[in-house]
Structure formats: C-alpha cells, structure tokens
C-alpha cells in the first residue's frame, strides 16, 4: 500500500478522510487510483489538488461515513466503484452495525486497491453476468424466555457464482480471535478472508475452462473431487499428515479449490505487504526491498520469472524479520507459515497467470 502527499506536505494514507494538519477533505480518486486532498468550491464540488478535476463523495461517504472514495462529478453514479460492488449491507438499525460494516467496507477497499493494481478484471454484476457481489451477513439468532441466545440461521463466509459473502462477526476482533482459537488456526484476518473469497472468484474466471486447467490439475489437485465429503473429511479428522511439505497452510489440504484459494491468498499478501515496504524505502542486506506492484515492468517471459524469484527473496527476508520485531515485542508471528518447495510452485503459477492476465 501506497502512501500519498497532501498540499500542505503532510502524509496521506488510504484510509484518510480528512488531512489533519490542514483540515483539507481527502479522497481516493476512483479512476486516478491515488488519494488526493481536496478543496471545495462554489459549486460544492470537490475539486482533487492531485488533478484538479471536479469529484463527489461515494453515497456512502457522505450519508454514513464508511468509505472514502470519490465518483468524477461528470459520472452519474451514486456510489464509487468499491460500494457498488456491495449487493447486501447488514441491519443498520442496530447501532454496532455500522461500525461492523465500515470495517468490512475498509477491507473490500483494500482488497480491490491491490486486484487493480494487477490489473485484474473487476467488474459488478449490474454489468457483467460473471462479474462480483458481495453480501455482508450476520447469523440469525433468536432468544426462548429465561434461555441464551440460539443460532437460528448460521451464515457461512464464502464464495458461490461471484458472489462472496463475509460473515459480520469476522469484523469483530474477538469473536475473530475466538474463532481463530476454535479453528486451530495461526493467522485469521478480516483482509485475509477478502483474499482467500476471492481468489475462489478468479480461478473461476482466470482457470476454470480455460487452457490452464490442465496445469491447475497438475499442480493444485483434480477439483472435480466432492468438495462436501472433502469438507466433511477435513473437520472430522483434520488436514493430511503430510500437508506442511505440499501446502502452504493445513486448510489448503482440504481441496483443490483452497488450496488454490489460499495459495492466491498468500500471493496477495506478498504483493501488497512488499509494496508498503518499499514505499518506506525498506532495505534489507544493503538491497532495497522491491514493489511487486509498481507499473510500467516488461510484460515479458525472462522479467516474469526474474521478478518472482525477487519476489520470494524479498518476501522471506521482510517476514523474516517481521516475525523477530514481532517476537521482541511479545506479539504473534506476523506471518506464521513456511513456504515448502510445492507450495512455492503453486505462488509461481499464480504469478505468471496474474502478470499474462494483466
């Protein structure tokens, strides 16, 4: 992730609304990519010191203040790019909601900041019969007299045709952490299931029926093997004993599809995670730290293999470290996984489909 430069000199993140050294409104514009500070004219419009066009706040900015985007003034539509793709928004007439909903907003940003950066296709499906959705969901729960709340209708995070759903309580940190301890898991995140739902999405849009799927089996698994049975298999008896020397996390072993979806996952990590480092100018061993993401690299066979093999250098040094500042610090692993020889096949499939995809 990018940082940006106020007017005023003072440093702009993604996540700003609001420059807080000079007061200026700041937004990210929708078709620049960047966040710009903004002055307001006459005509209410807000005027983009980045390129001096004319924008207005997202629908979503301006009614509920969960999302920082800004539409061209020229474009009619209500809501930016980002909350356009949002087909359900949960129950806002419950307080603690709408803070919920800001972080799933926040996240959905995030993700869709990096699959542009990949230039991957994204598009909603008021437009695109194949294109994304997402609903934001909570379980139903019903209270008897005297007794504790009961689950009535369990929603299940996921992706089907498209459409991801992301359970409400992934944005609340302990239900998250709790969850994470009941799983057995080392690492969950609200980013990281964003990710992982949509690299469900891509291979069917970049792998399934395509001249890849060969290489995908070859790799990844035959994923025409039953997903319930596997499913069912992998919770009653955990991940197969030999995972950590195929997969790059134990639910990557449950089928083909995640381990693909992880795998996807990770790749996203990497990208977006060496960008910010780069962004700070991190070097390590006396090299600067590559950006995954930057525009304008050859799209060619030799840059391909040459920048994925920076990549998995740079990435187990900067986790490398991660981890030891993290260690001094009291704190989990930041990145707690190995990458073990297949599992690194897996990442370079993905990378050379994501740059030919590009």
Not at 52 to 61: D, L, M, S, T, V
Not at 183 to 211: A, C, P, Q, V
Request: hydrophobic letters at 35%; a negative charge.
């Amino acid at each position: 992730m990018k940082t940006y430069s106020c007017e005023c000199g003072n440093t702009l993140y993604f996540v700003n609304s609001q420059c807080l050294n000079c007061q200026r409104v700041v937004g990210f514009l929708s078709d620049e990519q960047v966040i710009s500070a903004c002055d307001i004219d006459d005509l209410g419009n807000w005027v983009a010191c980045y390129n001096r066009k004319a924008y207005r706040p997202c629908k979503n900015y301006s009614q509920h203040n969960i999302c920082n985007w800004l539409v061209p003034a020229s474009d009619e539509s209500a809501y930016c790019p980002s909350c356009a793709l949002t087909d359900t928004i949960p129950d806002l007439s419950k307080p603690e909601n709408l803070k919920l909903w800001f972080k799933m907003e926040q996240a959905k940003r995030h993700l869709l900041y990096t699959l542009n950066k990949l230039e991957l296709p994204i598009s909603g499906k008021s437009v695109d019969s194949e294109g994304l959705a997402f609903r934001f969901l909570e379980d139903e729960v019903e209270a008897l007299y005297g007794q504790e709340l009961t689950i009535k209708k369990l929603v299940m995070t996921g992706h089907s045709d498209g459409v991801i759903t992301i359970n409400l309580k992934e944005a609340e940190a302990a239900k998250r952490i709790k969850m994470r301890e009941m799983m057995n898991e080392r690492y969950r995140t609200l980013i990281g299931h964003f990710r992982h739902e949509s690299g469900h999405y891509y291979w069917d849009r970049l792998i399934k029926d395509s001249n890849k799927l060969n290489d995908f089996r070859a790799l990844f698994g035959d994923e025409r093997q039953d997903y319930q049975a596997s499913l069912e298999r992998y919770y009653a008896e955990g991940p197969v004993h030999d995972w950590h020397q195929h997969c790059i996390s134990a639910y990557a072993s449950m089928h083909p599809w995640e381990d693909w979806a992880e795998s996807w996952a990770h790749y996203l990590h990497m990208v977006d995670t060496l960008e910010t480092a780069n962004e700070y100018d991190a070097s390590l061993e006396n090299r600067a730290l590559s950006n995954p993401l930057s525009s304008g690299q050859p799209h060619t066979l030799r840059y391909s293999e040459d920048s994925f093999h920076t990549l998995l250098d740079d990435w187990e040094k900067l986790t490398t470290l991660l981890n030891a500042l993290n260690r001094s610090m009291g704190l989990d692993d930041a990145y707690p996984f190995m990458i073990p020889p297949r599992a690194r096949e897996k990442l370079h499939f993905i990378h050379l489909l994501v740059r030919n995809a590009g």
